[in-house]
């Protein structure tokens, strides 16, 4: 078994089991301040910051700290990315690339997805050698640091910890040791009971997923509390399952990551919009933030759709380009009804 070896994944549609069994630590690549020579030579300016970055630092050979790195065909920026840098590799030998690996998951709810992504998820378990005992090992804690995630969301329904504290701690179940991050979890969890959401206005952000807390914090200046995001980083980060322990370990790792991890190839939009419209109908939301940053070319289809589900329950919503003053009117609109 490797030791000490950093497996980088660009998304939750990892399966992270597998690396794990295989003994790596699987981290997400997040995004980091710094210009981007590389991403600007050879990249699209329609490509997210993140991923920028993501290529940037690999091609230039800054993140020389990964032994691997594995990228999910499960949104378009993905799959390019992923082919962006094998040609890179291809063309500049001097390149210090760490390995490649593409995870092919569509995330179309056809019989013929479900049996490629199986296939592929087999295959994926036989590339990296892990046996059946090293997955139950691997899926056991990652199944309890799931349910450490659902305590800290379970947290802020009560109304006892910020929308942006919850959505930080949430960030180390995609950038720690996941045993260690279940630890650190439980003994913060313990004995906290003070209210912080009484009289405030329950706000859920929608839209492209967030680098970080701040338009959390904005909500939370102008009087409102976030209660959820619809983000793979969020609230969606455990999702509804568990990966099942009465299973063969390659099926119940795939389903998990088929049926309950999101991105933006879920179809048909039926399923995509699933989780959203629980939320609203549970009536715990006052207020949608859609957040639809200037980059997007994703999130703003599904808009017109949701907006108007929203009109008909008559709950307001804005949509927000960068982080700024629109937040805060609507917040305050909404408390002072």
Known sequence: MRKNCIAGITSNTVPWEILRAAGYTPVVLEDEAGPTPQADRWME???DGRFR???????????????LVVIPRTSEQEHKLYLYLREIARTQPASAIPELYLYNLLHTRTPESYDYGLGR?????????????????????????RGCVRDILRKRKEGRLEGSAALEWIRGFYSEDRGVFADHVLDRLKGMYEQVAANRSHILIKGAPMKDASLHRTVEEAGGYVVAEDDWRGSRAAGDTDVCLNKDPATAIFEKYFYDEVSPRVHPVEHRDAWFRREIESGHVDGVLFYVPLEDDV??????????????????????RENGAPITDFVRSIHLK
């Open 299 to 320: 999130q703003g289809w599904d808009y017109p759709e949701q907006l108007a589900y929203l009109k008909a329950r008559s709950i307001p919503s804005v949509v927000v």
């Open 45 to 47: 300016d329609v490509f």
């Open 53 to 67: 970055v993501i290529f940037d630092r690999l091609s230039a050979g800054a993140w020389n700290h990964l032994d």
């Open 121 to 145: 998820t087999r295959q994926m378990m036989r590339d990296f050698n892990v046996s059946e005992d090293e997955l139950r090992d691997a899926i056991a804690e990652s199944n309890r640091a």
